[in-house]
């Protein structure tokens, strides 16, 4: 392994993967009655980690015309082609930089949480660091097969966070969080195997490698099976109806700091794999079942924001929020347009921070009212908490992509690539704008307006801590929605690659099940 000092060549992706698990490795060594140093020294491996991706990001050119930078490579397994191989684009980079900035958040923002009574303290803050390597991995993987392995390896941590550490119905939702992503990833390895013995076909040699993968010209009538393997993992992982029923449960079960890093990280990896995999490798089938995803992303969009409007406890409605925003990105990725594919990437982003802001917030609530998160629970806390008010009121704007927040450029994106290719299907999707609003309104006024609920009479406002937990997500959602220049500057160059990979014309396409004509250069249906 070369640790040459010189920039371009030392391995950041290793390091930023290593750090975390050096962390959690501490954490889990130390005594066992001191939970106040477990949470220290899990916040300052969570901050240098986060350091360590500013660093790489400052050192990433947006105008390389190399379809991966900072790549690594190491022989794992060489008698099927499989290899430890790192590497990001600019769509990968932003996921790993949201990733790094919600743990520290996370930590810094839960650091009070209830967990003694259900296991260890320390046993909960190595999971989290675990959880954030094998997040850092997924996103940084250029083999197919370590994508696979990060991505089941992903469930373990979550599995025990919530299993473990959850509310009174947390081994139900455990359960159900486990079997619903293990079916999942079994399609995904049914079609991995697919892969290998396609490419082995093509090449005389079987490969994982993705920059191998994508340039081969698999028949469309393979890619369509193939394809259906991958998305189907993805489509539960985002979660998408109708595959989203675990989400629910194990959001309404879960700590605070374990929903931001599930919503707010973990289903990115659906979307991302959708991207980086189902359109990339396998071009036509993507283009062939588009209006297929479109219609469950349109039926998400709205089924999830009527939902959200008849829950009564906070963690299930932004829960079936987070499953009609999961909509709107899919739908981007799928309409096929740069606006729409840019404006997915900068929607994961944004939701990523308005998840974290409205989960950590609500969970200061839950903290001040016994552990209650139902809306009749609250009322008026504004009145006694208005700075716990107003950083709760700047995540639920975000929710609703208010304008000079960082949401509303990937929404907007969204729908103008929508528009694009098809005005109804934006027109649809704007409609479903306005049931964003009522939920996000109608939980903020539930809880944050109107009469002083007499229980919380005497509720203490934020703390110095929690404030510095919730300032940088708040920034960012502000910082970014007026600038979003640097954000848009390394997502574009990618999803133009993305764009050419598919070999389709921006703005326009045909897809065969509407139309019956060619699908990509790749072939005809």
């Known amino acids: 392994m070369n640790f040459d000092l010189n920039m371009d060549s030392y391995p950041w992706l290793t390091t930023i993967a290593l750090l975390p698990l050096v962390g ?4 889990i060594l130390l005594p066992k009655n001191n939970a106040k140093l477990a949470k220290t020294v899990a916040l300052a491996f969570s901050l240098v980690t986060l350091g360590a991706v500013i660093a790489m990001a400052l050192n990433f050119d947006a105008n390389s015309k190399e379809v991966f930078q900072f790549s690594e490579s190491y022989a794992w397994i060489p008698a099927f082609g499989i290899n430890f191989s790192f590497g990001v684009d600019g769509i990968a980079l932003v996921l790993i930089a949201l990733a790094a900035t919600l743990v520290p958040v996370v930590i810094l923002g839960g650091w009070d949480d209830a967990i003694e009574s259900q296991g260890s303290v320390k046993g909960y803050f190595a999971l989290v660091l675990v959880l954030e390597a094998l997040m850092i991995g997924v996103f940084a993987a250029t083999d197919v097969f370590l994508f696979y392995v990060f991505f089941e390896a992903m469930l373990i941590p979550v599995y025990f966070m919530i299993g473990r550490y959850g509310g009174p119905q947390r081994s139900y939702a455990a359960v159900k969080f486990l079997i ?30 993705f920059t191998t993968l ?33 989400l ?11 929903s931001v890093l599930l919503i707010g990280v973990l289903d990115k990896v659906g979307t991302f ?8 490798i396998f071009p036509a089938a993507s283009t062939f079942y588009a209006p297929v995803v479109i219609a469950i992303a349109l039926i998400g969009i709205f089924y999830g924001g009527f939902v959200a409007l008849k829950q009564t406890d906070m963690r299930r409605l932004f829960a ?68 716990l008010a107003g950083f709760f ?40 704008i306005v049931l964003t609003a009522a939920y996000v309104l109608r939980v903020y006024q539930k809880s944050m307006t109107g009469p002083l609920n007499p229980d919380c009479e005497g509720m203490k406002d934020l703390n ?22 640097p954000l848009l500057n390394v997502i574009n160059p990618a999803v133009d690659r993305v764009m050419t990979t598919v070999g389709v014309s921006d703005p326009e396409v045909t897809f065969p099940i509407l139309t019956g004509t060619a699908t990509s250069e790749g072939g005809s249906e």
């Open 180 to 209: 619903y992503s293990l079916v999942g990833g079994l399609f995904m390895l049914a079609s991995l195997i697919g892969l290998y013995v396609v490419s082995a076909q093509i090449t005389g040699t079987g490969t994982f490698d």
């Open 393 to 432: 009121l700047i995540a639920a704007l975000s929710s609703l992509a208010l304008p000079g927040m960082v949401s509303f450029i990937g929404e907007f994106l969204v729908l103008l690539g929508a528009f694009q290719q098809y005005m109804w299907v934006g027109a649809l999707a704007t409609v479903g």
């Open 214 to 246: 994508v340039g081969l010209d698999i028949d469309p009538d393979i890619q369509k099976l193939l394809f259906l393997g991958f998305f189907f993992a993805f489509a539960i992982k985002a979660p998408l109806w109708p595959f989203h029923t675990w």
């Open 464 to 485: 110095g801590r929690e404030i510095t937990a919730l300032v940088p997500i708040a920034a960012l959602i502000i910082a970014l929605g007026v600038f979003p220049a």
């Open 320 to 387: 079936y929020s987070s499953m009609s925003h999961f909509g709107f990105i899919a739908l981007g990725i799928f309409v096929f347009t740069s606006a729409g594919q840019t404006g997915s990437v900068v929607y994961m982003v944004a939701h990523g921070l308005s998840t974290a802001g409205l989960f950590i917030a609500a969970g200061y609530l839950m903290s001040r009212r016994g552990g209650s998160a139902q809306l009749s629970s609250f009322g008026g806390v504004n009145k006694v908490a208005p700075v």
């Open 248 to 258: 629910p449960d194990a959001a309404g079960q879960s700590q605070p700091g374990t």
């Open 273 to 280: 794999g959708m991207i980086r995999y189902c359109l990339e």
């Open 24 to 27: 959690s490795l501490l954490v």
